[in-house]
């Protein structure tokens, strides 16, 4: 599920409240980005779980779209460095 780098308010995340799955299902947010760092991330990671818990993180749509190896190499450490966060 996509999020857009910009939003870490409550407002965004709140529906994920009333989102019923089954026991099987599992749910990755989009929330990691490179603009923003590791700090956004996190705070994107906070905002979500105040209304979710048990996700898992992933880009907001890919790393194959990253215009450079070295972006594509921020996006993999900020988002290895967020998971460490909460794990």
């Known amino acids: 599920m996509p999020v857009p780098k910009n939003r ?3 407002a ?12 099987e299902t599992e749910i990755y947010l989009g929330l990691v980005h490179a603009e923003g760092g590791v700090e956004g991330t996190v705070r994107r990671m906070k905002a979500a779980r105040a ?3 048990g996700f898992g993180i992933a880009t907001e749509c890919g790393i194959g779209r990253a215009p450079t ?3 594509a190499r921020d996006i ?3 988002h290895a460095q967020a998971a460490n966060t909460f794990s």
Do not use: C, E, T, W
């Not at 965004?12 to 026991?23: D, E, G, V």
């Open 12 to 23: 965004y995340f709140a529906p994920l409240q009333r989102l019923k799955l089954s026991p």
């Open 76 to 78: 993999m450490r900020v």
């Open 8 to 10: 870490d308010d409550a």
């Open 69 to 71: 190896p070295d972006m």
């Open 51 to 53: 209304f979710l818990n």
